[in-house]
């Protein structure tokens, strides 16, 4: 069952996940520029991960080690109040807490910077992750591996 919107068409969480992106562009915006606002960053994304349920902590911690190993280029950085990772300042790939959605899987996605394009024109942009196995995490290491470029 999806939660009711109000009369401007969006959901509370959507609304909720709207003033957190708010609120981080703000707080980038009063922030140093290089190492300073690099270490700030890092810190606010371990923090939400620290913050998120069992599980799902669980995931992000297994999605930041893959990221800094496969992909130390990419920088920590908070997207939408969850955890992402950037080149230049714009998320390539992310994590969304399903219990945080308040939705039945997590989803780990990539964003239009990824290097992911294939020449059939069609590929993936999320995946649904519940409980996944040592398979499907060597999967996710190839994504971050390509997306990063």
Do not use: C
């Amino acid at each position: 069952m999806t939660e009711q919107t109000d009369a401007g068409g969006f959901t509370a969480q959507e609304r909720a996940a709207i003033k957190q992106r708010a609120a981080e562009l703000k707080a980038e915006a009063k922030r140093a520029k290089g190492a300073e606002k690099a270490a700030a960053e890092a810190a606010d994304v371990l923090a939400k991960i620290a913050q998120m349920p069992d599980g799902d902590r669980a995931m992000a911690e297994r999605l930041h080690a893959i990221v800094a190993e496969v992909a130390p280029t990419l920088s920590p950085k908070l997207y939408y109040g969850q955890p992402g990772y950037a080149r230049a300042g714009k998320v390539v790939v992310f994590f969304r807490s399903g219990q945080l959605d308040k939705t039945r899987y997590s989803t780990f996605g990539v964003s239009a910077e990824a290097a992911l394009d294939e020449e059939n024109g069609f590929w993936p942009t999320s995946y649904a992750l519940i409980e996944p196995n040592e398979e499907a995490w060597e999967r996710v290491r190839e994504v971050v591996r390509r997306a990063a470029g």
